[in-house]
């Protein structure tokens, strides 16, 4: 057998594993949805209760303090931004509802959530994008990066401060991180410090690098409904 092939076979093989290693965990978590519907916690008002919420992270939590902390709009912009916490407070504040899923397993890794922040659009327009933007670039505290191609951005997309109306707890992204409803939950970049307007189509985020779509919309996403009475 030439190198080549043997390569090309293990690889195969590796792939193989990986792939029967995905199925049963998926079908373990459709089996267990199914069967113990107990295991998914909601309150009686759709939402997860904030500490059921999962995690998923690529290392540890960053410690940010406040008075440090910043976010940076740069790039092919106009006006560059350098955004202190209470600068991002005074905005126009939207709601958005929505269910959090992480790709590798949206059976389990799920989570009903109603964030508070500023619109994507709305700081894009303080900054005064130029016409050779194409993407945007989150950069979170721990290294993590992801990306937005700049045609999908919509007013549903926001850099969060509030998760379920208090402080976003430090595992899920204090004080801000980007919310991209009905997108995996990659996109959703905890710890954000920079979001850089870019003019390179080709760039791609951590995962998206690694072979996860970069238009990451969730297949058949619903957002939650929520009992107001709840
Ligand atoms: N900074 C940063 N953001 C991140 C990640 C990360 O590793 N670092 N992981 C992503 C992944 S894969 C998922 S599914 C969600 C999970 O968010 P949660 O831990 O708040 O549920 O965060 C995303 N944002
Ligand atoms: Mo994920």
Redesign the pocket.
Known sequence: MQRKDRRKETNFLESRRRFILLSILALGGAFTAKYFPSLFKEYSNGLTPIDE???????GTPDINLDEWRLEITGEVENPLLLTYEDLIKMPVTQVVET?E?VSDPTF?R?NIIWTGIKLSYLLQQAKVKPTAVKLIFY?A?G?VSDLPLKYLNDQMIVAYLLDGMQIPK???FPARVVIPGWW??K????VTKIEVSNDPNFLGY?ESLGYPDVAIIPNYKPPELNNNG
Request: hydrophobic share 45%; aromatic share 20%; glycine share 16%.
């Open positions: 919420i999962y995690v998923v992270q690529i290392g959090l992480c890794l989570a979170g721990d993590y595992v899920h992204g939950g990659y959703h970049v905890k710890w995962w």
